[in-house]
């Protein structure tokens, strides 16, 4: 598929709406930021949290542009989530930190998961 044009959304915008499914198929929608990358867009959370959970057990997401406050503003793309380890984690961190002056701070977990999200 073409990232370019499935993806197409994201351009310009601050804010990604990640859609992650609970095991009983209930989706959770999580503002998230996000930078783009070579096959699609990355993105960083607490390696605790629901969402990563989530992900290791149901790797299929919805992705859409939304605002601060996860209300979405442009259609869903179905992705693949990829767990980023070593030299593409650190990768996706730094186009993260780019992108996102707050990201430089040094208030964020010092253990953080790395993922991409690719079109499906």
Partial sequence: MDVERSFAAFAGQKYL??????????PVRTPVWFAESEHGVVIFT????GKVKRMRRQPGVRVAPCTARGAVTGEWAEGGA????GDEGRQAWRAIKKKYWLARLPIWWRSS???EITPT
Avoid at 17 to 26: A, D, P, V
């Fill in 82 to 85: 990829r767990f980023l380890q």
């Fill in 17 to 26: 709406s990640l859609e992650t499914l609970r095991k009983n198929g209930q």
């Fill in 113 to 115: 998961a790395y993922l």
């Fill in 46 to 49: 607490n390696p605790n949290s």
